[in-house]
């Protein structure tokens, strides 16, 4: 009896520590096969395709308004920028003319086909004893802009007209100032220096025009 009571015992332990050993088995390969699953390499960090990110076309860029930095555009660039400009004024102010505009507005228009053609052919024999070919038409932006005023007739144009002659002198202003200061082709600063007061003095002509227009 007593040998039986030993007996089962025995045999007890030794379930009881084969349940523990493959309860132990379980635990290590459950935890070998997580480490398994995460440890996959190294980590790679998620980057967004920018392939088709919207990017300024090239219609668009033919239609923004040109920034005029004097304290950037020196020499060659100054020449053709002004040139440009000049051709910009003499372009919408004989489309004013043609829209039949009146009283200070065609006054204005008028002036400003004689003076920038005056300055320009100025400018002409400046850009020849240097040998720089010149534009000698308006910027893409204006041209833009030129067809739109096309559309326009009557107070509409003639507010649309003034607005730009305003924001466009102020532009040059800055445009010939630039090249005062820091320009260093004696010739080309000479000619900005004479035709900066007239451009001031369309300047104050365009703000007037534009606040009877108001």
Same mark, same amino acid.
């Given at each position: 009896?007593?040998?039986?009571?030993?007996?089962?015992?025995? &045999?007890?332990?030794?379930?009881?520590?084969?349940?523990?050993?493959?309860?132990?088995?379980?635990?290590?390969?459950?935890?070998?096969?997580? &480490?398994?699953?995460?440890?996959? $390499?190294?980590?790679?960090?998620?980057?967004? +395709?920018?392939?088709?990110? +919207?990017?300024?076309?090239?219609?668009?860029?033919?239609?923004?308004?040109?920034?005029?930095? $004097?304290?950037?555009?020196?020499?060659?660039?100054?020449?053709?920028?002004?040139?440009?400009? @000049?051709?910009?004024?003499?372009?919408?102010?004989? /489309?004013?003319?043609?829209? !039949?505009?009146?009283?200070?507005?065609?006054?204005?228009?008028?002036?400003?086909? +004689? +003076?920038?053609?005056?300055? !320009?052919?100025?400018?002409?024999?400046?850009?020849?004893?240097?040998?720089?070919?010149?534009? @000698?038409?308006?910027?893409?932006?204006?041209?833009?802009?030129?067809?739109?005023?096309?559309?326009?007739? @009557?107070?509409?144009?003639?507010?649309?007209?003034?607005?730009?002659?305003?924001?466009?002198?102020?532009?040059?202003?800055? /445009?010939?100032? $630039?090249?005062?200061?820091? $320009?260093?082709?004696?010739?080309?600063?000479?000619?900005?220096?004479?035709?900066?007061?007239?451009?001031?003095?369309?300047?104050?002509?365009?703000?007037?025009?534009?606040?009877?227009?108001?």
């Amino acid at each position: 009896m007593k040998t039986s009571f030993l007996t089962l015992t025995y &045999v007890t332990a030794l379930v009881a520590m084969s349940a523990c050993s493959q309860d132990n088995t379980a635990t290590t390969d459950t935890a070998a096969e997580n &480490v398994s699953n995460t440890d996959s $390499g190294p980590m790679t960090m998620h980057v967004p +395709d920018t392939s088709n990110t +919207d990017v300024t076309t090239a219609a668009e860029a033919r239609t923004a308004p040109p920034m005029l930095n $004097g304290s950037t555009i020196t020499g060659k660039d100054f020449v053709l920028k002004a040139d440009q400009g @000049g051709h910009n004024e003499i372009g919408l102010s004989k /489309l004013a003319l043609e829209k !039949g505009v009146t009283g200070d507005v065609k006054a204005f228009a008028t002036k400003m086909i +004689d +003076d920038h053609t005056k300055a !320009g052919n100025e400018l002409k024999a400046v850009a020849q004893k240097k040998n720089i070919a010149l534009p @000698g038409e308006m910027d893409p932006y204006h041209k833009s802009l030129y067809d739109q005023m096309s559309k326009m007739s @009557g107070k509409q144009f003639e507010q649309a007209y003034v607005s730009q002659m305003v924001k466009d002198h102020q532009q040059t202003v800055d /445009l010939l100032n $630039g090249e005062i200061q820091a $320009g260093s082709d004696p010739d080309v600063k000479a000619w900005a220096q004479k035709t900066l007061p007239v451009v001031q003095q369309h300047t104050t002509m365009a703000q007037h025009n534009e606040g009877m227009n108001m």
